[in-house]
C-alpha cells in the first residue's frame, strides 16, 4: 500500500444509453434504466480506483457550492473517500454527459463551468506532498502549478494529457514536460504511435510512456531500456461503456508499477483491470480490488 496524492477533476457524469451513432431525431425518449447520473471525473476516478486497489489516497480538486457539490461531497463520504481535499470553491459544480451506443462507443460532452480560471490554494498541496510517494497531478488547470512543486520536493509525477495531436501543444506541454510517467490516447495523433513515442522521448526525455489504443490494448516505451512494445486487449466480459477506459488502466498501471517496479507487468495488470472496467456503466464503476485483478490476471496470464 503506498499513500497516493491525486490532483484532478470531479464532475457529475450523466450517462445515456442510445441505439446507435449518429442518433435519429425523436422528440422524446424511453430508454428506461438508460439514464444515470454517479460522480466521476479523471480525479476521482483514479482516487476510487487506487482505494478500491488497496492504496491510501488523497484527492484535491475544486466542487461548487450548489446541489451537485453536496451530491459529490456525499459519494465521496459512501466511498470512504478523504473529502478533506475537495473545496467547494465555485458558484457551479462541473457536469459532463456521456451518450454510449450498445458497442460501448461513447461521445463526451462536458461542461468544465470555470474551473479552468480557478486556482487551489498551494499550501493545502504543500501540506499533503510531503506525505505521498506519488503525485498523481491531472491535465486541469489547477494542478499546473503543481508540477514545479512535486519536482521541487522530489516526488515522482505521474500524468495523462489524454488524446493529444500536439508535441508542442501549449496546453499540456508542462505536464508532459514533467512525468515521470506519462499515459496519453492514440485517438488524435498525426502519426503512428510508435513515431509518436520517439518524439516524445526525444522532447521530454519521458522515462515510462504509455499511448492507450482502445481495443488494440496500448503501446508502452521505457526510455533507459530503450523498450517499446504493444500489448493487446484483454477480454473479461462483454463491453458496456468504454468511458474511464483511460483512467482505469492509468490507476492500475501506477498500482501495480509501485509495487513491482515492472512496467511490463504493470500494463499487463491494467490492461485487465481496463476490460473488466469498460463492462460497467459509469467511469467510475466497475474497479476489481488487488486481489480480484491478481486472481483475474492469473486466470487469463
Ligand atoms: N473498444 C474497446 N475494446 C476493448 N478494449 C478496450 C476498448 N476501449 C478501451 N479498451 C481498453 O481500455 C484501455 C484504455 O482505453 P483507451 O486506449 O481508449 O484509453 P485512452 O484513449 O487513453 O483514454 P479514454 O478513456 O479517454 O479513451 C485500452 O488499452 C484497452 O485495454
Ligand atoms: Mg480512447
Not at 470531479?10 to 430508454?31: A, M, S, W
Not at 473545496?87 to 460532452?109: F, K, N, W
Not at 526525444?202 to 490494448?217: E, P
Not at 484483454?234 to 498501471?253: E, K, Q, S
Request: hydrophobic content about 40%; some cysteine; proline content about 5%.
Amino acid at each position: 500500500m503506498r499513500n497516493i496524492l491525486i490532483c484532478g477533476h470531479i464532475n457529475l457524469e450523466t450517462t445515456l444509453r442510445v441505439d446507435q451513432f449518429p442518433l435519429d431525431y425523436f422528440p422524446v425518449c424511453y430508454p428506461f434504466f438508460g439514464v444515470r447520473s454517479t460522480v466521476a471525473g479523471v480525479g476521482y476516478n483514479i482516487t476510487k480506483a487506487l482505494t478500491t486497489l488497496g492504496h491510501q489516497t488523497r484527492l484535491l480538486s475544486l466542487i461548487g457550492q450548489d446541489t451537485v457539490g453536496q451530491l459529490v461531497q456525499h459519494s465521496l463520504a459512501a466511498d470512504d473517500l478523504d473529502t478533506t481535499g475537495v473545496l467547494a470553491a465555485m458558484p457551479e459544480t462541473c457536469q459532463s454527459v456521456i451518450l454510449y451506443d450498445t458497442d460501448g462507443r461513447r461521445q463526451i460532452h462536458t461542461d468544465l463551468k470555470d474551473v479552468q480560471s480557478r486556482p487551489y490554494p498551494p499550501d493545502i498541496f504543500q501540506q499533503y506532498l510531503t506525505w505521498c510517494d506519488l503525485a498523481v497531478l491531472g491535465n486541469i488547470n489547477f494542478s499546473r502549478p503543481f508540477l514545479a512543486q512535486a519536482k521541487h520536493a522530489g516526488k515522482p509525477i505521474a500524468t495523462d494529457v489524454h488524446a493529444i495531436n500536439d508535441l508542442d501543444d501549449d496546453y499540456n506541454r508542462d505536464y508532459m514536460a514533467a512525468a515521470d510517467i506519462l499515459f496519453m490516447s492514440h485517438e488524435r495523433l498525426p502519426c503512428s504511435p510508435e513515431e509518436w513515442v520517439r518524439k516524445v522521448q526525444n522532447r521530454y526525455g519521458t522515462a515510462v510512456l504509455v499511448i492507450g489504443l482502445g481495443a488494440d490494448g496500448a503501446l508502452l516505451a521505457v526510455k533507459q531500456d530503450n523498450f517499446m512494445e504493444r500489448l493487446p486487449a484483454v477480454y473479461t466480459r462483454p463491453i458496456v461503456n468504454t468511458i474511464g477506459a483511460g483512467d482505469a488502466l492509468f490507476a492500475a498501471f501506477v498500482h501495480n508499477y509501485l509495487q513491482t517496479g515492472s512496467p511490463t507487468t504493470a500494463l499487463q495488470h491494467a490492461l485487465t483491470f481496463a476490460s473488466y472496467k469498460i463492462g460497467a456503466v459509469g467511469a467510475a464503476e466497475g474497479f476489481l480490488t488487488a486481489v480480484e485483478l491478481a486472481e483475474l490476471v492469473n486466470r487469463n496470464p
